[in-house]
């Protein structure tokens, strides 16, 4: 597995969509060991603000037949939502999974997208219905494939 170059871009608005990639999950990973081994690296951690939504863009990489992204996280405290899209070359987003709410706080969600196409996925970090509360959210993303 590669660990993934990523980008972050801030936006404002986000809206569910039909499911196509796997639910986020709860994995065997112990969530405290997780942000201790992320926490000082400010590639692997963000701050949503209050009533904020932060995309991470992660392009696939090219010259593979068939790759999958892998993402795993977690919150300091409270919950979050997450999403995700892939957006192709021809700037046409296909959503994949809705933006949930999920208590990313009391464990490591993970899940996956294979992709055989060239793109973007968009991972949405969503904080938009917090008027008081921003998040830190300490992720790791990798990819898999041929």
Not at 20 to 30: E, F, G, R
Not at 52 to 72: D, F, K, M, N
Request: charged residues 20%; contains cysteine.
């Amino acid at each position: 597995s590669v660990s993934a170059p990523a980008t972050t871009t801030v936006s404002g608005n986000s809206s569910p969509a039909p499911l196509a990639a796997t639910k986020p999950n709860t994995a065997t990973i112990d969530v405290d060991e997780f942000r201790n081994g992320l926490r000082g690296n400010p590639d692997s951690m963000l701050v949503v603000g209050r009533g904020e939504i932060i995309t991470v863009r992660v392009p696939r990489p090219a010259g593979r037949p068939s790759v999958r992204l892998v993402w795993q996280f977690c919150t300091q405290d409270n919950d979050i939502g997450f999403g995700l899209d892939f957006e192709r070359p021809d700037g046409i987003v296909e959503a994949l999974l809705p933006v949930m709410r999920l208590n990313a706080f009391a464990q490591v969600v993970q899940g996956r997208h294979e992709a055989e196409k060239d793109g973007t996925w968009l991972l949405k970090f969503d904080n938009s219905y917090s008027y008081f509360k921003s998040k830190t959210v300490f992720y790791r993303i990798l990819f898999h494939g041929q």
